[in-house]
């Protein structure tokens, strides 16, 4: 299965390819936009081209892939992105350049590839935030994600210690489910209330 296109009121998910490494230098440059990721930002455009082959071009040729360029129709310009990983967490993330945040672009770039996913036969996907980052937590309630837990983890490679929360939502008819393996590998882990 290929990554198929996506589009919404106002955007083209799409995947990224060869030309878009000056975009990607964009997104994943910023200091500020990579503050709460686990990769140090890139540095040189010359490093945008090694992140683009490690992490894109090799994932594309193993669908399936959910690794979106998000772009507005108007002009096909890569502005952020959303990725699903397809090992048992199906980790979701996302990211966007800066001047470009509060406007719901990742909300409603995220619900269309929520959207596929099913289809797919994916059953669930999961989120983590870092507890210093609770404007994340707020796109993955705006997803319908629902928070599970939280647990301490040495983030690497940054290598400091994060307390982060864990949300969920299930996709499929197991509406209960709650993926352990962070809770388990982790020594200090905690439910927190009002959340």
């Known amino acids: 299965m290929n990554t198929p296109a996506l589009f919404t009121e106002r955007l083209i998910l799409r995947k990224f390819t060869k030309d878009d490494i000056g975009a990607l230098y964009q997104i994943y440059g910023d200091k500020e936009v990579n503050r709460f990721l686990p990769w140090f930002p890139l540095a040189t455009i010359e490093d945008a081209e090694i992140f683009y082959i490690k992490h894109f071009e090799s994932r594309y040729r193993q669908p399936p892939s959910y690794n979106y360029a998000i772009c507005f129709k108007e002009d096909n310009i890569p502005i952020g992105y959303v990725n699903v990983s397809t090992d048992d ?25 929520i959207a596929q996913l099913p289809r797919d036969g994916v059953p669930y996907i999961t989120a983590t935030h870092d507890v210093n980052n609770p404007k994340s937590g707020a796109v993955m309630k705006r997803l319908g994600m629902t928070y599970r837990y939280s647990y301490e983890e040495q983030w690497q490679p940054k290598d400091f210690l994060v307390v982060f929360r864990m949300y969920q939502l299930n996709l499929d008819q197991n509406k209960d489910r709650i993926y352990m393996k962070y809770w388990n590998r982790s020594a200090v882990h905690f439910k927190e209330a009002n959340l």
């Open 89 to 113: 967490s199906y980790d979701f993330g996302y990211g966007l350049r800066k001047e470009f945040w509060h406007n719901g672009i990742v909300t409603e770039a995220g619900k269309a590839v």
